[in-house]
């Protein structure tokens, strides 16, 4: 069990709107410690998409935003497209456990 | 071009002894932390442990503590991940990636492009 809690499966039809969300605690997320996400194709190893809450490294097209409020965090994806069906991984930093820890993962399916 | 470049996937018997790599380049490797991360099939991402190749601090995660060792060897900007006894349950895919540090903000990037180990008799 993940100490960050996401769905483990969202789907849109291209052209549509869908947001993944990251659930943490006060020992993490609610800590005050930022949220990062990566985007894993298949097969492949996992990529920055956006760090610190709501920042794009460059060449993340702007579809692609976040951002956290108490406890929680979101990733949100706009204009979906065939070629953004990975997986989603949030990730912060734990107090309690005085280290990094990751969600479980949620696959998202363009339908 | 940063880059994180880790060795070949392995198969191994239990009881068997393990050493993987993962090469820095593009960057001063002793400035950075290298983390290790575990996927086993079909799951998500585990953070194991962590090393500063520039004094090899080193930090473990508590359901990694003493089941894996993380060394480096900065003349040759390489950090490693080791087991002294492979079990059936320690396959997996392995990433190794940069922490990068700023503005109190801490996340990975790059990663490599993993290492697949395969325990099985």
């Known amino acids: 069990q993940s100490v960050l809690t996401q769905p483990p499966s969202v789907s849109g039809a291209p052209g549509q709107r869908v947001t993944i969300s990251c659930t943490g605690s006060s020992s993490n997320i609610g800590a005050g410690y930022d949220v990062h996400w990566y985007q894993q194709l298949p097969r492949t190893a996992p990529k920055l998409l956006i760090y610190?809450?709501?920042n794009r490294p460059s060449g993340v097209p702007d579809r692609f935003s976040g951002s956290k409020s108490g406890t929680s965090a979101s990733l949100a994806i706009t204009g979906l497209q065939a070629e953004d069906e990975a997986d989603y991984y949030c990730?912060?930093?734990?107090?309690?456990?005085?280290?990094?820890?990751f969600g479980g993962g949620t696959k998202l399916t363009v339908l | 071009e940063v880059q994180l470049v880790q060795s070949g996937a392995e198969v191994k018997k239990p009881g068997e002894s393990l050493k993987i790599s993962c090469k820095g380049s593009g960057y001063s490797f002793t400035s950075y932390w290298i983390a290790w991360v575990r996927q086993m099939p079909g799951k998500g991402l585990e953070w194991m442990g962590i090393i500063y190749p520039g004094d090899s601090d080193t930090r473990y995660s508590p359901s990694f503590q003493g089941q894996v060792t993380i060394s480096a060897d900065k003349s040759i900007s390489t950090a490693y991940l080791q087991w002294s006894s492979l079990k059936a349950s320690d396959t997996a895919m392995y990433y190794c990636?940069?922490?990068?540090?700023?503005?109190?903000?801490?996340?990975?990037?790059?990663w490599g492009q993993g290492t697949l180990v395969t325990v099985s008799s």
């Open positions: 990730q912060s930093y734990d107090s309690s456990l005085s280290g990094w820890v």
């Open positions: 990636a940069r922490l990068i540090h700023s503005s109190g903000m801490r996340w990975f990037d790059p």
């Open positions: 610190g809450n709501n």
